[in-house]
Structure formats: C-alpha cells, structure tokens
C-alpha cells in the first residue's frame, strides 16, 4: 500500500478532556503500565484561516494511559499565547514555521515596528514539538523556542509558560534536551555573545519546585562559526565524558530574521542552506566544559535527530538520522501536499544511518593518506594539510529510520539497537523498524492504513540486557 500523504492534511478541531476506553486491535504486553504523552502540531485552523505548514499546527497533548483495565485515551491543546491570541481573535495572528500571522490591531506603524522587534514577536510560543522534563521542575511542553509550558501529566491541563530568553538570556534551544539518570537534565541553547553567535550548554538541577524554573547552570559556550548564522541544531549528543554538537550547514540568518519580522514572513524564510559547506562536529569536554581544539569535518548533510554516541578507546562514535538537503521542510507545505500528494515520494530523499568516528587525539605529524580510524568501522578519518580532520561516515542503513528511540539505559554508552519510523515512503506505510547498528539489519512491522509518529522504547521486565526487548 502506498504512503498517504493525506495522513499530514488532518485538522484537530476537538479536544478528549474526559479520558475514554476504545477498542483494541492486536496486544498489548500485559505488564505495561504508565502513559505515554504526545505532543505535536494538531489544530489547523483558527477560524476561516488555515496554517500553510504541516508543522505550524497549535500544539495537540495526546496521552495513553495503560490501565489495569487497559488503555484510555485523552487529549488537550497546549494554552500558548498563540493558541489564545488565535482563539480569542478567531483567525491566526501569530506566524508559525510557515505561516504568516495576520495583525489585527490598528496601532500606528512606529508603535508595529517597535512591538516587532520586540523578542517574543520573533518567535511564537507554540511548542508542539516534544513533552520533556526540565531537571526537577516537572514536564514540559516544548519547541525550538525559548518558550517552554508547564504541563500537568495527569490533566495535561497548561500549568504556566517559562520564557528560558528571561531566565537564561538564550535565544533558541534543542527541543531534545537529555535527561541524566540523577533526574537532572542537559541543553544545548543559541545565544549571541561579544563575538557572536554562540551554543550554550546547561544544566537543570533535580530538586524539584512546585512553584519556580529549576536554577540553571551554564557548563559551556562554543563559537557558532558563521557570524551571522548560528545552525539549527535540533538534537545534540553526549558522552560519559563529552559533549557533540554537529554544526550543520542549515543555518538560522539573522539578518534575514529580523526583517522578516517586520515584514511579517514566516520563520523559514529566515532559514538557510549554505551550500558546498561541510558539518562541523563540535567536541566538549563535559567536566571542564572547553572544546577540543582540533578541527573535525564531515562531508554535508542534514540532520534533526542524533541516535546515540559513545566513547570506544579514543574514539567517539556518532550515530544518526542524516539526510541530503533539508528539502523535507519545504515540502510538507499543505498546497504541495493537496497538489502532489500521490507524488510526494518522489521530492523526498530516504535518507540514510549514518556512522560517524570522531577522533580524540589527532597528532599534528600525522601522514595525509593515514586512516585516524582504527576501531574496525567503514567510517574513515584523515588528517589534510590544512589541519582540518575530514570524516567519512559508515551508511548503516541506506534507508533513514526517523524519531529514533532505544532503551535509555545504553544512552551515551555502546548499544546494539534503535527504533524508528521509516523514510521510505516509495512503497511503503508508515513502517517501523529495529535497527541493528552492528550489522545493518532490520526487522520490519507495517499494518495497512497504520502510519508510525514519534516512537517509545520500554523495557519488558527481564529482558536480556541490550537485546532491544
Ligand atoms: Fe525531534
């Protein structure tokens, strides 16, 4: 059965408050319990008017309960202050990824210009990416902006808005932030210093507060290396020692941001893909929080979501979701999907798995022709005249397995599998697979008419260790 591209083209228009019972089609492991909290773009429309991007939905809080008496469902949209300017105005107001808000006030154009370029006009505060915890401060909605909500996990009702640009002074940040086994968390955050653009790591205590942010610390700050265009970085990884932070050659202008801002323009006009740059993989060490000094590039791509990294005697192996060119996000435009939606497949690169051996030592002496790499992977390492390391990845995969999960457990340490959702939308629906990162293979579950999203590992109780079950 062909990929249905209709499945992107759906407008939330209700909420579930009450949870409800449904009916259920296979298993479910009888030792689960819990619930699972999605979160993504959801609410299409706002009145008469329609977001134009499959990701500028106001945020949708989805939960599965896993009862006793088996699952319930239930659903809420997330009270950003976009959501409620939408709701109240009944049309959308606030611009989105892809969407430009329509003004509804009739202030004078020096009062407009002003309340522009006021900070929270360059970003909407409609986090419909991800439901994280921030060290002990609870769970949270979140997206790339500084704007992250307070959720309540039981009611999914909207607690309270934390703006991180007042807390912190950052600009932007991962929406994947990683949680520590001590219930404290890590994030990788933009912010501009007196040289430029800068990412920034911090860290959220654990003690928990009912009533305020979790105080953080900054462990680190990296030079962004283009002046004028820090990239987007969506995920970022680390290590039992390090952090690694991929610099990608999608970028955020700054320039063009701002103008944009006053122009009224979508968000991803201010993107972009500087061509013919390579990726440049950032390494901190995380207890004294300075960069390795060493240059390390790989060939371009483009990445959302790092599977794993871990260290191997001097070497960190990176694992991730890459693809050619970002053209994915200019694809998911719903025109485009109405228009060529039964060709859709087409525009869309599979991506691939991709093995990347950063390094940890590179001597200045070294031969040109000498492979660095000497862990028994295909991903090769050399050192050219110019100093930089240039880096070839092993494919893992040829075919890309997004929204990738694995048992947290082997997080940062050599693992053995990972799930996720298939790119490969030729022939397929909505796949999803197990992914053996030491030999390729993949084990593969479809369901006609069943369409993957983001994916959960849970251990079963007593399972072997590292046998992904
Ligand atoms: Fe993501």
Redesign the pocket.
Known sequence: MPYDFSTFDRNCAKEQETPISGSVTGSIPSWLRGSLILNGPGKMKFGDQEYLHVFDGAAVLQKVNFTETGPTYSSKFLRSSAFQVNSENDQIVVSELGTKGTSVNNKSALQKLGEKFSFDKLFSDNAQ??VVRYGGGGYYAITESPFIHKICPKTLETIRKVDLHKEIGVNSQC??PIQLNDGSSINVFHNVGATGPKYEIYKFPAQDSPDSFPKASKIASVDARWKLNPCLM??FGMTEHYFVLPEQPLTLDVKQMVTNSVKEKPFIDGMEWIKDKLVKFHVVCRDTGKELKFRLKSEAFFY??IINCYEEDKFIVVDLCAFKKPDMLYSFFIKNIRENGQNLWKELDRGTIKRIVLPLSVNDKVAPEENLITLGSKATAYRQKDGVVLLTPEEISPICYE?PTMNPNFYGRKYSYFFGASSDMDDSCGKVAKVDVRSGEVKQWSKDGVYAC?LSFVARPGAPADSGR
């Open positions: 990416v991800n929406p994947h969506h995920s959302l979501h929204n983001v």
